[in-house]
């Protein structure tokens, strides 16, 4: 446990006790260590007898993540609630307000106390309370040590929910912020929750053939940049809407990494036009030391961790292509 946590710990809690409704969201393009987390403190919160609501956000959840409580996640966005129902806002896993919605601009009513939860180093603190601390490898790792501090109980519920969100964002324990500490965790989670293999399973196992056409448009459009230091993969909207693509099964952050596994290829983009001229970008490097793809997302409005991040433009796909390459060469001297 940080010192930042720790510390953290009793005021966050004090806003808990104090609070009679309680928001909770996923961020768009919800990953399990969103949905994990959000999850996990919707149980924690319950079990301290507090009215929880958690909306889904932008996005829907892919029916591949079978965690527990799912089902009780609403089916809305930010822009789609009335905030002046919550006098508390627990965002998690959200390194700006744009990850709470990208929507709408998100607005903060006056009667709503915000905390903010969160592992990005580019998270610049848009809450009351902010416990951020980039030393953390998930999210859900940093609910584990809260709810400890809080000497709330981790019951199976809350602890596969977390397990699935330090699973993802450590990579299955390969990313170079994977520790000692995150395997005791585990091991106590996987103690809680012995099922955890079924559930990854089925997280990674339940593609269906459209996802795989996607697939497939995007590892045949790839381009190399600067001598492979970026390779691009993009998908349009119109390639999207001919192959009746699911947008809720693009999963970008495949394509990112299995490019960036290509010895050769250090920054692999996956460039997906979700909607017309809107252009989602997927950042994977191989070596984060060297090509922190954060500073790139950052430099062109997203956010994201070294060896993962994202930014979404508001462009045509040949502009935001454009911009991208542009940025990469400013940004690591090339
Ligand atoms: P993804 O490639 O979508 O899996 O995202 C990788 C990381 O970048 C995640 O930690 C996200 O929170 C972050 N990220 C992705 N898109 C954005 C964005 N538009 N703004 C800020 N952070 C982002
Ligand atoms: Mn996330
Ligand atoms: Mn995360």
Redo the contacts with the bound molecule.
């Keep these: 446990m940080t010192e930042i946590v720790k510390k953290s710990a009793p005021i966050i809690l004090e806003e808990i006790n104090k609070a009679k409704s309680i928001l909770l969201h996923c961020?768009?393009?919800p990953?399990p260590?969103s949905v994990g987390s959000a999850l996990a403190m919707k149980f924690a919160l319950e079990s301290l007898g507090k009215k929880v609501t958690l909306i889904q956000g932008d996005n829907e959840i892919p029916k591949a993540f079978e965690f527990p409580g799912v089902e009780t996640i609403v089916k809305k966005s930010y822009g789609e609630i009335n905030t002046a129902d919550y006098d508390l806002f627990i965002s998690q896993?959200?390194?700006?307000k744009?990850?709470i919605s990208?929507l709408k601009e998100v607005i903060f009513p006056e009667n709503m106390k915000v905390i903010v939860i969160d592992h990005?180093a580019?998270n610049v603190g848009y809450g009351h309370i902010n416990c951020i601390d980039a030393s953390y490898p998930a999210t859900a790792q940093m609910i584990f040590d809260l709810l400890k501090e809080m000497n709330i109980k981790i019951t199976h519920d809350i602890a596969l929910n977390l397990f699935m969100g330090i699973y993802t964002?450590t990579g299955g324990f390969q990313y170079g912020n994977t520790d000692y500490k995150t395997f005791d965790i585990v091991s106590e989670l996987t103690e809680l929750a012995p099922e955890f293999a079924k559930t990854i399973f089925t997280m990674n196992n339940s593609k269906s053939k459209s996802a795989l056409i996607f697939d497939g448009l995007a590892i045949s459009s790839i381009t190399e940049y600067y001598n492979g230091i970026l390779v691009i993969a993009s998908v349009n909207f119109d390639q999207i809407t001919k192959n009746n693509i699911n947008k809720e099964e693009i999963y970008?952050?495949n394509i990112?990494n299995e490019i960036k596994s290509v010895e050769g290829y250090y920054i692999g983009a996956?460039m997906i036009e979700t909607e017309q001229n809107i252009v989602?970008?997927?950042?994977?490097t191989r070596d984060e030391n060297k090509y922190d793809v954060?500073r790139l997302?950052v430099a062109l409005?997203?956010?994201?961790?070294k060896a993962?991040?994202?930014?979404?433009l508001n462009m045509t796909m040949n502009e935001a292509i454009n911009k991208v390459v542009e940025t990469t060469k400013i940004i690591y001297n090339l």
Excluded at 301 to 305: I, S
């Design positions: 961020h768009p393009s990953d260590d896993d959200a390194s700006s744009g990850m990208f990005h580019s964002d970008s952050s990112s996956c989602k970008v997927s950042f994977r954060s997302a409005g997203g956010g994201g961790h993962a991040a994202g930014v979404r």
